[in-house]
Nanobody
Framework: QVQLVESGGGLVQAGGSLRLSCAAS????????MAWYRQAPGKQRELVAS???????NYADSVKGRFSISRVNAESTMYLQMNNLKPEDTAVYYC????????WGQGTQVTVSS
């Protein structure tokens, strides 16, 4: 059973930065395109950023130019660097495969104050 563990969230003022980490058991990173998702209160979970096995990236329009996704396959770790954070970025952030999800982790809370 693959286990995903997100960390790095916290409370930050608007304009600030956070770096999220995703650690996974097994070889999930080696064989899969991966992504970061977020879910704000009362809203559906949405795709924030994705990264292919070869390192090609894609971003939601709302975070383009502010967030950066990266991965270190050998360490089974993925990151999301978030800069110039806005209150609307407040959500629980999750990592998972880009498709055919495995069990979701607990997520990490990001709260951006205005």
């Amino acid at each position: 059973q693959v286990q995903l563990v997100e960390s790095g969230g916290g409370l930050v003022q608007a304009g600030g930065s956070l770096r999220l980490s995703c650690a996974a058991s097994g070889n999930i990173f080696k064989f899969n395109h991966m992504a970061w998702y977020r879910q704000a209160p009362g809203k559906q979970r949405e795709l924030v950023a994705s990264i292919t096995i070869s390192g090609n990236t894609n971003y939601a329009d709302s975070v383009k130019g502010r967030f950066s996704i990266s991965r270190v396959n050998a360490e089974s770790t993925m990151y999301l660097q978030m800069n110039n954070l806005k209150p609307e970025d407040t959500a629980v952030y999750y990592c998972n495969k880009l498709a055919n999800f495995v069990s979701w982790g607990q997520g990490t809370q990001v709260t951006v104050s205005s």
